[in-house]
Antibody
Framework: EVQLLESGGGLVQPGGSLRLSCAASGFTFSGYAMNWVRQAPGKGLDWVSSISDSTYYADSVKGRFTVSRDNSKSTLFLQMNSLRAEDTAVYYC???????????????WGQGTMVTVSS | QSALTQPASVSGSPGQSITISCTGTSSDVGGHKFVSWYQQHPGNAPTLMIYEVSKRPSGVSNRFSGSKSDNTASLTISGLQAEDEADYYCSSYTSGSTYVFGSGTKVTVL
């Protein structure tokens, strides 16, 4: 069964840092582009970042967030620095369906991890 | 990148058909075939319902169908059922190699 399991969320003060992880299983992780999508409480979905051969970021997180992956451990990461109150959200990792290529959307989602930025 | 425009809510009676629109620009929805739709029940992660404008993943009911005309994509749910009550989001790949989501539509089954 294809599964994604996020971890690393929690409460952090404004200006702080947090590193999210997403453990993948049930598919050849190295063969697929991966993504992060977030959802603020009571709000809609918001694309954050994608990683294929290159990395891509939403303007709202560019320069503060860094996406990376460890294919040997089938794990996706999101390093979040200079966190702001508006970064408070559930963060989902999601798999791309088209192998290493972007564009196909998100066919498998994890259950999400909550990040709260507050003093 | 501004969010794609969706109606805030759509409702219908069991058995009826409803359509949710998703309006973007030539840089996203109108620019290529990579438009997808997601269903999200409260407290759950989203689920892919439609990809590449009109394709259904295996396991998704054929009551769900997608289409696109110019800068507007649409999701139609036919034979509306109680279990279809959820939030629905469209998403498009963009010319800038990013993604943009719609504002979301709450579907209510009367």
């Amino acid at each position: 069964e294809v599964q994604l399991l996020e971890s690393g969320g929690g409460l952090v003060q404004p200006g702080g840092s947090l590193r999210l992880s997403c453990a993948a299983s049930g598919f050849t992780f190295s063969g697929y582009a991966m993504n992060w999508v977030r959802q603020a409480p009571g709000k809609g979905l918001d694309w954050v970042s994608s990683i294929s051969d290159s990395t891509y970021y939403a303007d709202s997180v560019k320069g503060r967030f860094t996406v990376s992956r460890d294919n040997s451990k089938s794990t996706l990461f999101l390093q979040m620095n200079s966190l702001r109150a508006e970064d408070t959200a559930v963060y989902y990792c999601a798999k791309s369906p088209y192998g290493g290529y972007l564009g196909g959307g998100f066919d498998i989602w994890g259950q999400g991890t909550m990040v709260t930025v507050s003093s | 990148q501004s969010a794609l425009t969706q109606p805030a809510s759509v409702s219908g009676s069991p058995g009826q058909s409803i359509t949710i629109s998703c309006t973007g620009t030539s840089s996203d929805v109108g620019g290529h075939k990579f438009v997808s739709w997601y269903q999200q029940h409260p407290g759950n992660a989203p689920t892919l319902m439609i990809y590449e404008v009109s394709k259904r993943p295996s396991g998704v009911s054929n009551r769900f169908s997608g289409s696109k005309s110019d800068n507007t994509a649409s999701l139609t749910i036919s034979g509306l059922q109680a279990e279809d009550e959820a939030d629905y989001y469209c998403s498009s790949y963009t010319s800038g190699s990013t993604y943009v989501f719609g504002s979301g539509t709450k579907v209510t089954v009367l």
